[in-house]
Nanobody
Framework: VQLQASGGGLVQAGGSLRLSCAAS????????VGWFRQAPGKEREFVAA???????SYTESVKGRFTISRDNLKNTVYLEVNSLKPEDTAVYYC???????????????????WGQGTQVTVSS
């Protein structure tokens, strides 16, 4: 398994979680890692991404609530999710790819390697 997502769970609205994406990729620091989510009956959508130079991108609906970061020594990317809302309920996936430019960080087709998802459920 090249990408392993974890950290999901059931939380009340307003709560927080920290999602982790552990990678077994050679030269991990060269990879851009993105988080996407898919709610039941909806298409998978971009949440946040971080490049090797630590530049980041967020979808508008999570700005100010979610923070993406990476620890290259642990080959792990984190997604801190705060002030959770019921509409944040989804399966969260991490994905990775090399050679990603800023303008394509939010596109599903940018990413070649995908992990399994972790469920986040927010109760009202």
């Amino acid at each position: 398994v090249q990408l392993q997502a974890s950290g999901g769970g059931l939380v009340q609205a307003g709560g927080s979680l920290r999602l982790s994406c552990a990678a077994s990729l050679r030269d991990f620091r060269s990879y851009t890692v993105g988080w996407f989510r898919q709610a039941p009956g909806k298409e998978r959508e971009f949440v946040a991404a971080i490049r090797g130079d630590r530049s980041t991108s967020y979808t508008e609906s999570v700005k100010g609530r979610f923070t993406i970061s990476r620890d290259n020594l642990k080959n792990t990317v984190y997604l801190e999710v705060n002030s959770l809302k019921p509409e944040d309920t989804a399966v969260y996936y991490c994905a990775a790819s090399q050679g990603v430019i800023m303008s394509t960080m939010g596109k599903l087709t940018t990413y070649r390697t995908w992990g399994q998802g972790t469920q986040v459920t927010v109760s009202s």
